[in-house]
């Protein structure tokens, strides 16, 4: 499965939109993008899944060029319970297998 | 929809005893995962069922740590006997399928072995 490095912490403001970017060069032609939040005392919760160019849900937008060789999750004006650690996770295609890095601890402030 | 429950919440243990962690996954999903967390890192893979039988257990200490799923439903992810470094949070998780699905975490088990 394709490594993935992402900064360790990242500080914001509230109502400031948040951009976290992730590297994979490593990624497979069939491995998927995908994203989780964690919240202390709480296990991992998906927040955005995608395999090339960009996608949208209620909560978070997902960039990924072409090469896709990176992807960038960006979070629309954060609130004080936005913060949490993100976890970029690059997933097989054939396994449905999570490989969970360090992640990043996102701070948000008032 | 009813979430990924486990159960106990919390455990506290001497080390050399022994520990049991239960897992109902979501209904209908047919993979099951136990991840470990430790403090400060990311979960790990320990274990992986499709249906009752196992995917991968690559990461699983086998000499202390077994899981099952014997009818494919529930699951009891057991450690004999404990040792302090497996003071961690026990995740179960799962999945529709095995391939190009949502994985969902339960709440987790949080082990402290002393």
């Known amino acids: 499965l394709a490594k993935t490095t992402q900064p360790i912490s990242m500080d914001s403001y509230e109502g400031q939109e948040v951009n976290i970017t992730c590297s994979h060069n490593?990624?497979?032609?069939?491995?998927?993008i995908t994203w989780y939040q964690q919240f202390p005392s709480q296990g991992p919760r998906f927040i955005i899944q995608?395999?090339?160019t960009k996608v949208t849900n209620e909560v978070a937008s997902l960039f990924i060029p072409a090469d896709r060789k990176s992807s960038t999750l960006s979070l629309p004006r954060v609130s004080l319970s936005d913060t949490a650690v993100y976890y970029c996770l690059v997933v097989s295609g054939a396994t449905n297998k999570l490989i969970f890095g360090t992640g990043t601890l996102l701070a948000v402030q008032p | 929809e009813a979430g990924v429950a486990q159960s106990p919440r919390y455990k506290i243990i001497e080390k050399r005893q022994s520990v049991a962690f239960w897992c109902n996954p979501i209904?209908?999903?047919?993979?099951l995962y136990w991840y470990q967390q430790i403090l400060g890192q990311g979960p790990k893979l320990l274990i992986q069922f499709q249906n009752n039988g196992v995917v991968d257990d690559s990461q699983l200490p086998k000499d202390r740590f077994s899981a099952e799923r014997l009818k494919g439903v529930d699951s009891t992810l057991k450690i004999q006997p404990a040792k302090l470094e497996d003071s961690a949070v026990y995740l179960c998780a799962s999945s529709l399928e095995s391939t190009g699905n949502t994985i969902y975490f339960g709440e987790g088990s949080w082990l402290t072995v002393v």
């Open positions: 209904s209908g999903h047919a993979t």
């Open positions: 490593n990624i497979a032609t069939n491995d998927y």
């Open positions: 995608g395999y090339k």
